[in-house]
Every structure is written in structure tokens, then in C-alpha cells.
């Protein structure tokens, strides 16, 4: 981006205020973690923001703007540092990619991967994922949502923390096409009990697969950095493919 307008200059305390402001709605599945962001992140979000971010607000938006096209779409909740949403838009240029993840760091490391592999079918959101899909997301808006690896709140009391609820995974259904498909993964045995519970009473998906691997069998998905990290450690891993029906 060759000219740095006041909205790019002013990006990345923005997004900031956005993220902050998140702490006013109830429990949440996530804590804002105050991680080192480096120089590079930093620059990132300030002058890419305006060529990858959307900001957030209470309107719904209209895809086909935002990318500039007409394309069948995928959502993933939470990318982290998005590498693994950076190789999966770079290997499908036909399908537009939307990310939603609410730590800088993360979205800054993201932004600079879009850039390096000009990637025009990309797009993040920096705001907390069920706002965002409550308030930002049509229905019928995603051919297919990706969660990997949420933040499984071991400890009993944190349950409530976690993201995949009955609740979720209804709004999540809402906002994907019927047949369209929702892809979740986790190494936290705990939490792998939990959703298959949380999914044996949704009437609106059904489970076409269930995987448990090693590391060697993910499903339609690259491995992560933190996945790797994971499995160093003896991790094993459970994914699911939910239909929506």
C-alpha cells in the first residue's frame, strides 16, 4: 500500500480499543493476553489494515464487497498466528477466507503472511467471534467454518469459558449453508468429551467424521506450529466434521 491514509495510520490503536472493549459483554471464551508484539506486527496492522482488516461494527456485511467478488467462502474462528488460515487461502484461490482472531500479535503475524503471498481471497476481523457472528455475519453466509484448537479451560470451574456450547453451535449453524460443513479440532481430551457431548444434542448438525490421530491424519486441514508444539508433548488429537443439516 503505497499511501498511509489517517484510518491505516491509526489501525492498529483502533483495533486495540476494539479488542479491549470486548471485556464488556459477560463470560467469554477468551483473556486477552498482553503477548509481545514486535515492531514488524505492529507496522503491519498500522498500514495493512486497510488492504486486509474489517473493522468491526453492528451491521451486517456484505461479503461479495468486502472481497470484491462473488465466491464460495470459509470462516475460521480464532486463527491465531494464521498460519494455518494463510496456507489454506494460498492453496484455494477460487474460495474467499474470513479469520476472526482477538490478539494482535496474532493478527499482525497473519497480516504480514497475507502480504508476503499477496493473497487477494483473505480477510481478517479483530473482535471477539460470537459478536461478530451475532451482529457482523449474514445466514447462510459460509460454505464451511473451521475451529482449531480453542482454548480448553481445563480447570472445572473455567468449563463455562469454553467456546463450544449448545448456544455456539446453533449460531454457528445459522451462518453456514445447509449441507455446508463446520471442521473443529482439539488436543485436550477433556474438551473432546465435552463437545461430543455438546454435538450429540444438536438437531443441527450430524457428524460425518470423527477422527483421533497422532499428528499424521488431520482432517482437510495443514497442521499448525501449535499443533506441532502439542504433539511433542503427547498430545493426540480429535477432530470432527460436522454437516449442517
Excluded at 30 to 44: D, E, M, N, Y
Excluded at 146 to 153: E, T, V
Amino acid at each position: 500500500m503505497n499511501e498511509r491514509t489517517p484510518r491505516a495510520l491509526t489501525a492498529e490503536f483502533e483495533l486495540g480499543d476494539q479488542i479491549k472493549a470486548n471485556s464488556r459483554r459477560g463470560v467469554r471464551s477468551f483473556v486477552r493476553r498482553a503477548g509481545r508484539i514486535t515492531p514488524a506486527q505492529q507496522r503491519a496492522i498500522r498500514q495493512l489494515w486497510q488492504r486486509f482488516g474489517v473493522d468491526f461494527s453492528g451491521a451486517a456485511l456484505n461479503l461479495d464487497d468486502v472481497f470484491g467478488r462473488r465466491a464460495g467462502r470459509v470462516l475460521e474462528i480464532g486463527f491465531g498466528n494464521g498460519e494455518s488460515l494463510i496456507l489454506q487461502a494460498a492453496q484455494n484461490p477460487a474460495l474467499d477466507y474470513l479469520g476472526i482472531e482477538v490478539h494482535r500479535p496474532g493478527i499482525g503475524h497473519c497480516l504480514l503472511g497475507a502480504e508476503a503471498r499477496n493473497l487477494r481471497n483473505l480477510r481478517v476481523i479483530g473482535h471477539d467471534a460470537v459478536e461478530v457472528l451475532q451482529q457482523q455475519i449474514a445466514g447462510n453466509a459460509f460454505g464451511r467454518v473451521n475451529l482449531y484448537f480453542p482454548d480448553p479451560w481445563p480447570k472445572k470451574r473455567h468449563h463455562k469459558r469454553r467456546l463450544l456450547q449448545a448456544g455456539f453451535l446453533d449460531l454457528v449453524a445459522a451462518r453456514i449453508v445447509a449441507g455446508g460443513a463446520f471442521y473443529i479440532a482439539t488436543d485436550w481430551r477433556n474438551y473432546a468429551e465435552h463437545i461430543d457431548e455438546v454435538v450429540a444434542a444438536s438437531t443441527a448438525f450430524s457428524v460425518h467424521e470423527r477422527r483421533e490421530h497422532d499428528g499424521l491424519q488431520p482432517l482437510d486441514r495443514p497442521t499448525t506450529k501449535f499443533e506441532r508444539r502439542g504433539l511433542a508433548r503427547g498430545y493426540k488429537i480429535t477432530e470432527w466434521r460436522l454437516v449442517r443439516i
